[in-house]
Structures are given as C-alpha cells and as structure tokens.
C-alpha cells in the first residue's frame, strides 16, 4: 500500500545536538508537510513544500529547517535542540490538484524528548 | 488570521447517549472544513469533510456560514468512538488545526 513513513519513531536526544528527521512517502503526492503535535495545543504546521524546489514557513518555523531532497523525501532537521521542542512530529502528503487538497496523509509520528 | 476553535478538550458520554463535538472557524473567504480522528496508538486520518455531506461510521457535520460553525455530531455513541477529534480547515494553501476534543465512550 501506498504510504507515508518516518524516521526515527522514537529519539531521545540532548540540549545543543543537531536532530534530523526523515519522511518518505510511496503516495506520489507532490505536497509534504511537518507538524507538531503537543497536548493541549493541537497540530501546528512547521514548515511545507509543493514541489522539490518550494519551500515554506508555517506558523512555527523558528529553530527547524527542511530540506526536499525529493518528490518523495521531506526532511525536518532541528540544528541545536532545546527542551520544548520535545514534541510529536508528524509528516503529511497531499494531492496538488482537484478537490482533495484539503485531506492529508499522516505518517505515524516521530516521538521526539530532549532532554 | 484563519483560526479553528474547539472550546472542548475533553468529551465524556456513556454509550448510546449523543454526542456533539463543537468547532468554530475564523476564516476570510471560504475554507473547506474538515474533521480528522485519532485513534490510540494509529496515525491521524480523515473522518469526514464538508463538500462531501456525508456520514462515516455514523458521524455526520454540517456547515452553518451564518455562525462559522462545523460541529460534529452522531446520534448514539459507541466505545469505539473513543478517540481524539480534530476540526481543521483548508485555505490559503494550508490545513489548519484546532486544538482537539478527547471524546471518551464509557460503558
């Protein structure tokens, strides 16, 4: 089946490491997006990408950076991690076109903790 | 600023008693609206859209303009419901979140 996956699942790093965190995805989707997820607040979009060479910042892109290796690759790097970034990270895909931009598709999560 | 409101972190209902998840939308123009679930320990995934004006596992929303409102309701609970609810709502390129509503499904 056509999916989307991430890695690591789990990380526990510390303050000042550089953090990276892989997404692929097998749905041909040009659309990728990162969220995180924290109890009490929701999703919150980081960063997205509709296409290898667009990238663009979401609400909180402060402290993360992305890179779109590929139509099928997004990842999200976190280049000196501080303790509230400790967070749920999800990657999404979308269609560009049509009518179904609006649902996307979510990898498990990546359990992030810094500590 | 587009903005999606769940008043309601937590949600507790015995089975077969109805359930409404409220949502609030703050939006220019029209977004498209959404609800997402979450069940424990599986990915999130879309429950039901609001062009499509349909029902999925007995959950249904409806758009109401006048108050900005999707709130996401089914008639008889189910234990299985038990999950986390996200509204969302698609503009400007982007989906937007709220916060979520933790619905729970005693016996």
């Known amino acids: 089946d056509a999916d989307v996956t991430q890695t690591p699942r789990n990380r526990i790093t510390k303050t000042g490491k550089r953090i990276m965190l892989e997404c692929s995805q097998t749905k041909g989707h040009d659309r990728m997006y990162w969220y995180r997820q924290d109890p009490g607040l929701g999703l919150r979009l980081i960063y997205y990408?509709?296409?290898?060479?667009?990238?663009n910042k979401g609400e909180i892109s402060d402290g993360y950076s992305v890179s779109r290796q590929a139509q099928a690759k997004f990842s999200l790097s976190l280049e000196s991690a501080i303790p509230n970034q400790t967070a749920l990270y999800f990657c999404?895909?979308?269609?560009?076109?049509?009518?179904?931009?609006?649902?996307?598709?979510f990898g498990e999560g990546s359990r992030l903790t810094v500590l | 600023a587009q903005r999606v409101t769940q008043p309601e972190k937590l949600l507790s209902v015995f089975k077969g008693a109805p359930v409404e998840l409220k949502c609030n939308y703050s939006?220019?123009?029209?977004?498209?609206l959404f609800w997402y679930v979450q069940y424990s320990r599986q990915r999130l995934q879309l429950l039901l859209r609001h062009i499509s004006r349909e029902s999925i596992k007995g959950f249904t929303a409806d758009l109401n303009k006048g108050e900005t409102s999707f709130h996401l309701k089914k008639p008889f609970a189910q234990e299985e419901d038990s999950a986390m609810y996200y509204c969302a709502a698609y503009g400007y390129s982007t989906l937007t979140f709220g916060k979520g509503t933790m619905l729970l499904v005693s016996p």
């Open positions: 990408s509709f296409d290898v060479k667009d990238i």
């Open positions: 939006y220019s123009g029209s977004p498209e």
């Open positions: 999404a895909t979308s269609q560009q076109r049509g009518t179904n931009t609006g649902e996307l598709f």
